[in-house]
Each structure stands twice: as structure tokens, then as C-alpha cells.
């Protein structure tokens, strides 16, 4: 049987909450993931982007936002 440990990614990608949402779904892109955990400053997870999530916001206005 498996364990968590066995299949868990070592190096989690998370995105800073201070990011630009462009520059956060160049990087998910890059890295071909549809999603990411979104940090504070100290570290703490403080939510996750997704695709889904930037199909919504992207463009316009929203473009400038913060993660």
C-alpha cells in the first residue's frame, strides 16, 4: 500500500500573494500546472489560484490585481 509520503510532491510551487495576476498565470503556464497555493509574506498558505479562478478575473481592469 502507498502512503502519502510516496506519491507528495517534495517542492511545492506556490505563488506569492503580492504576485501580479499576469505574471501568476505566466508561471502556471510555464510550469503546465492549472493550479498553485497562494503565500503570505511569512509563509503561511493564505489560498490557491487556479485556472478556473483566472479565467474569471484575467483582462481588463483585473489584469493589475495582486494574487
Given at each position: 500500500?502507498?502512503?502519502?509520503?510516496?506519491i507528495m510532491e517534495p517542492d511545492v510551487f506556490w505563488l506569492p500573494?503580492?504576485?501580479?495576476?499576469e505574471r501568476a498565470a505566466a508561471e502556471l503556464a510555464s510550469r503546465q500546472i492549472s493550479g498553485a497555493p497562494v503565500c503570505a509574506p511569512d509563509g503561511t498558505i493564505v489560498g490557491?489560484?487556479?485556472?478556473?479562478?483566472?479565467?474569471?478575473?484575467y483582462g481588463g481592469v483585473h489584469e493589475l490585481r495582486l494574487v
Open positions: 500500500m502507498r502512503t502519502i509520503r510516496d500573494s503580492d504576485m501580479p495576476l490557491m489560484l487556479s485556472t478556473t479562478d483566472l479565467a474569471e478575473f
